[in-house]
């Protein structure tokens, strides 16, 4: 064995490695999930002087961190927005790590370069409406560019923005105060998912420029209180940047109406983004395609395709309306990615990147447009029946009629010691806990102003139907255990005092 007996494995030995793998991936698949386990100390050790071998690696690993998974690979996870992958993906993610190719240049991606473009011109066509491509590639533009995330994505299109709005050479505060602008804003719906908090201080606008605007009971903007803020804008001399429309927001899957946002985007001059990372899909089911009614006429779109067109994580989308908007933050660096080349880091914000775009190809031509309809169609009709269930049951309530496929609901406990607001927001809190450790089933818990209310954030158990595996029967174990563990919780604080219940129940 030689010092790099790591590096030039043999067929036998990699064919082992693999069989490891494959009874690792079957043992997982099979086993009924431990409660995740994430705090705790931590058993790190000091790095090895020499490296151990694969098997005492692998004994390691599970006992670190393995053998306490999230079970994403179930038909009753209904917690998160990843889901089980289709069959093909596994493989092919072997085949991206055993090549190895680096996007970021075309030197190292050579023919998936092209690949790449071809398929983010796919979904270009299909967002834009376009029956051809536009034009033929051209070297100094995209259509759009794979990301890391929809984060990444919704953050490359708010720098795009703010170069929109600022396209001089000097620093853009100074270009500003020339444009006789106090400061710049962006517009969204209270909605508008956490990426762009995080853009607004990268951009280095500051949480104060995210002007957040009020929802109606469906959850769309309120066009009216949008109206008033655009009106104050001008008085005021705040240079509206962007104007984000959210088809499918993360807590509620409520949609904004994009035609109406496009028309007043262009009337006040600023750009108009459409987030669409779990809603873009939709355009593929019939049932739900007019919520998105609009989307064509951003100017930038989002997309995370490790969500509803089920790749891998890694795999965002930002689409370009007209692809010369993407020159507009063109960076290039003699080392690799030079400007008359057909290298795709010019056009990214992350440098390296991985072919996650096999994924997205893939599961594009496996599935085509039948796949994702039936898949579509089928999670938001499961979602109207669990919504359905819940309302016919005494101690469930649902939150909100669902849009799309996204159900909020809640427990409510019987006794009437619990009917104050807090007491109630404490025991689902509380319930979730449990529920995570009870298992198998899975949901997930936010914390928001409902749509249409005001005040006091509420607590709810939130129901991602995103999962392709799961069955009616796997609805209704959901809401039994979410009962069973509420009666439980219920029983367990007694009929003691009402101060009593709320002190066991809010020490959860
Ligand atoms: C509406 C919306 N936009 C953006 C994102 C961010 O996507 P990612 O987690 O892939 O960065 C999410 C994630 O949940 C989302 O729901």
Redesign the pocket.
Known sequence: MTHTYWMDWSAEQEAEWAQAMDALIARYRSATPTAPRVGGRAHVGPMPQEGISPAAWLEQVQAHGLDHLAAMWRPDCLGH?TSPLPGFMPQLGRLLVALNQNMMKSESSAGLTRLERETVAMLHQRVFQRSARLSEPQHDQVEGVIT?????A?LMAMWCARKQAFPGEAPWWQQLQQQGYRDAVIIGSRLM?Y?FDKASELLALGSAQLLKLEVDAHGSVDLAQLDQTLAACQRERRKVMALVG?A???DFCSFDPLHALADRAQRVGAHFHV?A??GGPFLFAPTMADRLSGIERADTV?L?A??QLLTPLGC?VLLYREPQRSRDIMTTAPYAVRPDSWDAGRFTLEGSRPANVLYLHAALHLMGEQGYRSVLEKSVADARHLAALIQQHPRLELLLEPVGNVVVFRYLPSSPDWKDTAAIHAFNVRLHKRLRNLGPAFLSRSERVLPGQSGAACTFLRAVINNPLSQPQHLAQLLDDVVRCGLLLEAEVGDGQTAGRRDVVQAA
């Open positions: 927005m890391g995330g929809g984060t990444l919704n998912h990426s959210v499918g927001s993360t987030d990372a779990w989002t995370d490790h969500k965002g």
